[in-house]
């Protein structure tokens, strides 16, 4: 279930595994703080994400093997952001974009994750999609005080909440929040029910 609203209606259960952003939700709701990253790292296991030192040796490698530039490290310091903005978004790496620019990328985001993947590892910026596809055991989650959810952490909810499951998200009359109301109407999608309820007053635009 998804409430599109406010934050102030969130009621815990014993059997609900709660997911905050931070500390302070997580006081707010009296419980111990676990956020959708973490739990993905849970579901992967830790030892499955590349630390920095694995990162920055198999980018400039793929670098290298791609472009075979003389600065492979300047130019994996210079690629690795987008490159996890891709991965975060979910792009297709293998395919090819129009632009010259953004084919660049894609070709070194490719060969990374290649490279990554025959030593068993993922970038941190993909872990939430990998662990969506793990078919990870479903449980009741509450899932409160995040102001918005990315699509890598709409597909991992939806992939690891079990019955019982519920979700607030804040919102408003107000083009600001209506990245909130698309989320909601994707998990309807997938089978969720959304339910609006008043919101707080902080959400009130005038």
């Not at 849970?42 to 793929?62: D, F, M, N, T, Y």
């Not at 070709?107 to 990554?116: D, F, G, N, P, S």
Request: aromatic share 6%.
């Amino acid at each position: 279930r998804v409430y599109l609203g406010g934050w102030n209606e969130a009621k815990p259960r014993q059997s609900h595994t709660c997911l905050t952003p931070n500390g302070n939700a997580a006081r707010t709701l009296g419980v111990e703080q676990l956020s959708l990253e973490n739990l993905a790292l849970q579901v992967l296991g830790a030892e499955r994400i590349a630390h920095a030192l694995a990162v920055q040796r198999l980018l400039r490698r793929a670098v290298e093997e791609t472009w075979g530039s003389s600065d492979s490290a300047g130019v994996a310091r210079t690629l690795l952001p987008p490159i996890r903005e891709l991965f975060r978004a979910g792009a297709d790496v293998d395919a090819d974009p129009d632009s010259p620019r953004a084919r660049r990328v894609t070709e070194v985001a490719r060969t990374y994750r290649t490279l990554l993947r025959a030593e068993g590892l993922v970038d941190q910026a993909e872990a939430l999609w990998q662990a969506a596809q793990a078919r990870p055991e479903r449980r009741p989650v509450l899932l409160w005080g995040y102001p918005r959810l990315g699509r890598d952490e709409v597909a991992f909810i939806d992939a690891v909440a079990g019955d019982g499951s519920v979700l607030h998200l804040p919102y408003a009359e107000d083009h600001t929040f209506y990245e909130n109301r698309e989320t909601a109407e994707e998990l309807e999608r997938r089978g969720w029910t959304v339910e609006r309820t008043p919101p707080q007053a902080a959400w009130e635009m005038e």
